[in-house]
């Protein structure tokens, strides 16, 4: 699953990250505003760690299934 990576390069896709995401931060913000009436605030009551640990956990799953469906594509196009 792992390589050897390039050096990044620019085409005319090129696009400037941070600025996504910023614009997703934002969404997410309005989203938990929506759904629990308040933006993310210290002192919640919920143990930040053990909420980040779990989100990190499902992170590593979603980044580790896209990578074999995308090295899966690879080898059905290379058959």
């Known amino acids: 699953m792992l390589k050897e990576q390039p050096k990044p390069t620019e ?7 941070i ?3 910023m614009e997703d931060l934002e969404n997410q913000a309005i989203k938990g505003l929506q759904h629990y ?3 993310l605030k210290t002192h919640n009551g919920r ?8 989100e ?9 299934q896209a990578l074999m469906e995308r090295d899966d594509n690879i080898d059905a196009k290379n058959a």
Do not use: H
């Open 11 to 17: 085409n005319e896709k090129s696009g400037v990250v």
């Open 19 to 21: 600025l996504k995401v």
């Open 37 to 39: 009436g308040t933006v």
């Open 47 to 54: 143990d930040a760690l053990q909420d980040a640990y779990e």
């Open 56 to 64: 990190a956990l499902d992170l590593a799953m979603y980044l580790a």
